[in-house]
């Protein structure tokens, strides 16, 4: 073989040999799984700062957004886009405290302040009479049913003019506010004088007073409406309501009064178990609601007042007063996993998708 064939081979091999080289070599690719849902926040209404505070349930991560004076009642219109919290220019007080030496209330703090969700912020605060304390949403999503303490009346609040049509007058001090599913009547809680109102909306008018027992706070119904419950704080008691005769039939003791004071219920999506929190108790009582027999107890940190669940059933959310910060519960063990600081005086609380 020549030495000219020879190479013409190697160069040839060469020119293979560097195409080959040239090519980029392959990259391993890991395909993403498809990301879920975003994680649902926790929204607290912080009594003493003022403040709406949002937790992310995934990180725990809190924002806090000021909104006025004592943000306390706090509940979402029916399609979850907006958050609604009452406010109020009257001083803090609570039992025993002498209320001729508290400073004057300032009146042109109390309001519905109206957050929007996809906004992250106050859009318009609500005309909302005096000393807003809690109030409910109409399920159609149009009125505001709002007790107003110092007047001893619920008054009915226009969502889209943004002011009242009417107070309706009922027991003293009222508190709690709830609407039946069907919209047709309101149940408010009287502290001073132990009773329920029941006002017809459509004629707002006071159909009764059922007698509950002493410092009722709240009433929570059952999905098909013939039933309720009451918290009687100061009797260590929940009732149990016939809300189709609109009477009291049963008290149902959960602990010592004064020692154990409900204060805040939730209703499990199932509605097998009301979960009930207890203020100065530290505890959260499991009523099964077969049988209106209290279960579990356990302890989720100091004076716990509003509580709320994951829409899955699996946790439990405790806002707790003084010691500033939420207690996030599993209720497969009814172990607090872990207490997240929000501001000053968390009051109530809700959890919603986003």
């Known amino acids: 073989m020549s030495m000219k064939r020879n190479w013409s081979m190697l160069a040839a091999c060469c020119a293979v040999l560097l195409t080959a080289c040239s090519k980029p070599a392959p990259v391993e690719t890991t395909q993403k799984a498809p990301s879920g849902p975003p994680a649902p926040r926790i929204y607290v209404s912080d009594e003493v700062a003022g403040d709406l505070s949002i937790i992310d349930s995934a990180t725990f991560a809190v924002t806090n957004i000021h909104l006025g004076k004592r943000a306390r009642g706090i509940h979402a219109s029916p399609d979850g886009s907006t958050i609604y919290i009452a406010l109020s220019g009257s001083p803090i007080g609570g039992p025993n405290v002498d209320e001729s030496k508290l400073p004057p209330p300032d009146k042109s703090a109390d309001g519905i302040a109206v957050f929007d969700i996809a906004q992250n912020k106050v859009v318009r605060t609500l005309q909302a009479g005096s000393d807003p304390e809690n109030f409910c949403v109409s399920p159609d999503g149009k009125t505001i049913y709002v007790s107003n303490e110092d007047a001893d009346g619920v008054s009915f609040l226009d969502i889209a003019a943004g002011s009242l049509t009417k107070t309706i007058k009922t027991g003293e001090e009222p508190e ?38 002493r410092r009722p706070r709240n009433v929570v119904f059952m999905p098909d409406g013939k039933n309720a419950y009451v918290n009687a704080e100061n009797d260590g008691a929940i009732g149990y309501l016939d809300t189709v005769k609109n009477v009291l039939i049963e008290p149902i003791s959960i602990g010592t009064p004064g020692q154990i004071k409900p204060m805040g219920m939730a209703l499990s999506a199932d509605a097998s178990k009301l979960y009930v929190s207890t203020g100065k108790g530290k505890m959260v009582f499991v009523i099964d609601t077969a049988t209106n027999q209290p279960g579990a107890s356990f302890e989720v940190g100091q004076r716990p007042w509003g509580i709320a669940l994951s829409a899955d059933g699996k946790t439990l959310y405790s806002a707790n007063g003084p010691s500033n910060d939420v207690s996030v519960v599993d209720l497969a063990t009814n172990t607090v996993l872990k207490k997240v600081p929000v501001s000053a005086g968390p009051w109530g609380v809700i959890v919603l998708p986003r």
């Open 176 to 213: 709690g506010v709830s609407v039946t599913a069907d919209g047709k009547l309101v149940y408010s809680t009287n502290e001073a004088d132990g009773t329920v109102s029941v006002i017809d909306t459509a004629t707002g008018k006071l159909l009764k007073q059922i007698k509950v027992g």
